[in-house]
């Protein structure tokens, strides 16, 4: 992706909130079932609460239980990066905003099998929401 947004720490802090920040700048997880989005219903586009790309879309969106907002796919493959994140001694894929760098979540391979198997656990702090018109 070409749009990449660099920004130093004290802009990020100034642009997010203190919650917003933890999670997206720091790789922090808020708790489950906490989130804004995890129950949303509404149609429209998720979007990094970091810098606006849209990541996904209320179509991919499914219910999972986990407590986290869950989508089967990204809107756009490039809008998201994946790396290797061994963290709390786990291997897991951390997903992040390809623009910003953002850490929104993990993917697992325990989503729904008729729409590829992968669970993109997101959280609502790293999200906006852009309702359909």
Same mark, same amino acid.
Not at 29 to 55: H, I, R
Not at 58 to 66: I, N, V
């Given at each position: 992706?070409?749009?990449? &947004?660099?920004?130093?720490?004290?802009?990020?802090?100034? %642009?997010?909130?203190p919650? %917003? *920040?933890? &999670?997206?700048r720091?790789?922090g997880t808020?708790?489950?079932f906490?989130?804004e *989005?995890?129950?949303n219903?509404?149609?429209?586009?998720y979007?990094?609460?970091?810098?606006?790309t849209v990541?996904?879309?209320?179509?991919?969106?499914?219910?999972?239980?986990?407590?986290?907002?869950?989508?089967?796919?990204? &809107?756009?493959?490039?809008? &998201?990066?994946? %790396?290797?994140?061994?963290?709390?001694?786990?291997?897991?894929?951390e997903?992040?905003?390809?623009?910003?760098?953002g850490?929104?979540?993990?993917?697992f391979?325990?989503?729904? %099998?008729?729409?590829?198997?992968?669970r *993109?656990?997101?959280?609502?702090?790293?999200?906006?929401f852009?309702?359909?018109?």
């Amino acid at each position: 992706m070409s749009n990449k &947004v660099h920004k130093a720490d004290a802009e990020w802090r100034k %642009q997010l909130t203190p919650e %917003q *920040y933890r &999670v997206l700048r720091e790789k922090g997880t808020e708790a489950p079932f906490t989130g804004e *989005y995890t129950s949303n219903k509404a149609q429209g586009d998720y979007v990094c609460a970091g810098c606006g790309t849209v990541l996904f879309t209320s179509e991919q969106k499914f219910d999972s239980g986990c407590g986290w907002p869950s989508f089967t796919k990204p &809107v756009v493959d490039a809008h &998201v990066a994946e %790396q290797t994140d061994t963290s709390h001694g786990r291997i897991r894929t951390e997903v992040l905003c390809s623009s910003c760098q953002g850490h929104l979540g993990h993917v697992f391979t325990d989503g729904p %099998q008729e729409a590829g198997g992968l669970r *993109y656990c997101i959280n609502s702090a790293a999200l906006g929401f852009k309702k359909s018109k």
